[in-house]
Antibody, heavy 119, light 108 residues
Framework: QVQLVQSAAELRKPGASVTVSCKTF????????VSWVRQAPGQGLQWLGWISGYNGNTNYAQKLKGRITVTRDTSTRTVHLELRSLTSDDTAIYYC????????????WGQGTLVTVSS | DIQMTQSPSTLSASVGDRVTITCRAS??????LAWYQQPPGEAPRVLIYNASTLESGVPSRFSGRRSGTEFTLTISSVQPDDVATYYCQQYSTYFAYTFGQGTKLEIK
């Protein structure tokens, strides 16, 4: 069955970068894209960016452009999120989620990765 | 960017009550809207997609409606398992999603 398994929690200092990984199982990787969504403590869901499993095309939330990069490794079926110049506002649970094609919701979610930014 | 305005932010209901959550889009998203349920400490899951289609396995007490740019999620008879935060999400823009602010449902 479809599964998305994320990397372990991370602790970073302000100004640093972090990479969170999402390994996928149970479907044809090239057929679907993966989004990243985060949730700050006690806050709502914020979509961050998307990558195509087919050709690696990306789309990013305007607020994060310049600080975010999403990449994929087709050989390991893994998607990576890199976030740079971290501040305390980036402290959140980061989720990866697989789409179901164009104009479809995010049906399959990873378990979440806590990223803490603290000096 | 399309903005999604969701209300109320919190909802307190008794078991068996009928409750409704509203989500308004800042421009047309056609019927490309989903509702998610996020229990405490868990990842979100899809309840409704395409504004009114019930996801497989979701209880029939959940329903969705669309009227122009206004969308509603209704729980016909609230159950204890429904304690969660509910989010709307538009997916009309090409792989660029927007979520509402969320509605926390509590049981009285």
């Amino acid at each position: 069955q479809v599964q998305l398994v994320q990397s372990a929690a991370e602790l970073r200092k302000p100004g640093a970068s972090v990479t969170v990984s999402c390994k996928t199982f149970g479907y044809t990787f090239a057929n679907y894209g993966v989004s990243w969504v985060r949730q700050a403590p006690g806050q709502g869901l914020q979509w961050l960016g998307w990558i195509s499993g087919y050709n690696g095309n990306t789309n990013y939330a305007q607020k994060l452009k310049g600080r975010i990069t999403v990449t994929r490794d087709t050989s390991t079926r893994t998607v990576h999120l890199e976030l740079r110049s971290l501040t305390s506002d980036d402290t959140a649970i980061y989720y990866c989620a697989r789409d179901q094609g164009v104009a479809a919701p995010l049906r399959y979610w990873g378990q979440g990765t806590l990223v803490t930014v603290s000096s | 960017d399309i903005q999604m305005t969701q209300s109320p932010s919190t909802l307190s209901a008794s078991v068996g009550d009928r409750v409704t959550i509203t989500c308004r889009a800042s421009q047309s998203v056609d019927y490309w809207l989903a509702w998610y349920q996020q229990p405490p400490g868990e990842a979100p899951r899809v309840l409704i997609y395409n504004a009114s289609t019930l996801e497989s396995g979701v209880p029939s007490r959940f329903s969705g409606r669309r009227s122009g740019t206004e969308f509603t999620l209704t729980i016909s008879s609230v159950q204890p398992d429904d304690v969660a935060t509910y989010y709307c999400q538009q997916y009309s823009t090409y792989f660029a999603y927007t979520f509402g602010q969320g509605t926390k449902l509590e049981i009285k």
